[in-house]
């Protein structure tokens, strides 16, 4: 499993994990024998070198399938400001995933309302997305690959294990190679927020594995200099490549200025920040993170866009010509 419990152990990871793919980093033939059913001919992957084992190996970290749910006025093990990722079910009642279990299993696929979604985290990118996961005809399922491009998860498919970026959504080796996922509206808030706005949700129930859940196993990860396994260039502006940044396509909001101003306007959306949400990523346990805040992103209409809440080296790894939307 990737337990990071200090800083410096993620940099003693980083230096061997650096000095093993160096090894061997030109060639798709390092994966194949572990991935027989992947087609290695189909790929946007231009340097290989780019791929790199992030410690355990595939379902290394376990994918939840059909997770149990429990309604969120039973639910008494989360913390008021404890993160969770709120998907709001259209034709059901809205669901929340608690970042205390997608930090040990990083994908949960479920269904509700007829539509098959992976609910998705990386820790080391803060980057949580919810994905429909329809796509060329078919419904997939999702599990870890254990491999990271850029410091971010990449995912794979167990209907054709085809390899898919997580940051966006896109197959990025094999059959699917150049498929997108459709991202849809869903977003991360605290516990106490999403039992205020849905009082009738559902919240994921426990999963029947061995592990710490409510403990941070990435103490300390978001105050760090450097990103995990990054080599990459670091973003512009003097922005600290662990800021954690709004994603609408290709422009990125700094959380240092939502929190200044609380509310901006512009590029179609509005984003509005407030106090009261555990960074998940901070302390030894997750409920007592500092306070990073809540972000919402609503179209002029008062709709919910699909956006992402990343760090800032991840946005400008993946969008490199992007639009960074610093105000003044």
């Known amino acids: 499993m990737r337990i990071i419990t200090n800083i410096a152990a993620i940099f003693a990871a980083m230096a061997i994990a650096g000095a093993v793919a160096g090894a ?4 798709p033939a390092r994966w194949q024998g572990q ?6 001919d189909r790929t946007s992957i231009a340097d290989w070198s780019e791929i790199m084992s992030g410690g355990p190996p595939k379902d290394g970290i376990p994918a939840i399938d059909a997770p149990r749910m429990i309604p969120a006025a039973s639910e008494t093990r989360l913390e008021a400001q404890e993160p969770v990722m709120v998907w709001p079910v259209p034709d059901g009642a809205a669901r929340a995933y608690p970042i205390r279990y997608l930090l040990w299993h990083e994908i949960v696929n479920d269904t509700a309302g007829g539509v098959p979604v992976a609910v998705t985290y990386c820790p080391l990118c803060n980057s949580g997305m919810v994905f429909d996961r329809r796509v060329a005809g078919a419904t997939l399922s999702f599990g870890v690959s254990g491999l990271l491009r850029a410091s971010d998860m990449v995912m794979y498919d167990r209907q054709t294990e085809s390899w898919w970026q997580q ?17 849809l509206p869903a977003w991360m808030d605290s516990w106490e927020r999403f039992r205020a706005a849905y009082p009738d949700g559902l919240v994921m129930d426990e999963p029947d594995w061995s592990r ?3 403990r941070n196993p990435y103490v300390s990860y978001d105050r760090s200099a450097k990103p995990f396994l990054y080599s990459g260039e670091m973003p512009p502006h003097g922005i600290a490549p662990l800021m954690r940044v709004v994603r609408v396509g290709e422009r990125a909001w ?21 106090a009261g949400q555990a960074s998940a990523l901070d302390a030894r346990r997750v409920a007592e993170g500092r306070d990073v805040g809540n972000v919402r992103v609503r179209d002029a209409e008062g709709r919910d866009v699909p956006h992402d809440v990343l760090f800032a080296f991840a946005f400008h790894a993946f969008w490199p010509e992007g639009e960074w939307m610093l105000g003044g």
């Open 167 to 183: 940051a966006t959504g896109t197959g990025i080796v094999g059959e699917m190679t150049d498929e997108e996922l459709d991202l």
């Open 212 to 214: 710490d859940y409510g």
């Open 24 to 27: 061997a980093q030109a060639q």
């Open 35 to 40: 991935w027989p059913e992947t087609d290695f």
């Open 254 to 274: 700094p959380f240092s200025r939502l929190r200044e101003e609380e509310s901006v306007t512009e590029a179609g959306v509005t984003i509005s920040w407030e």
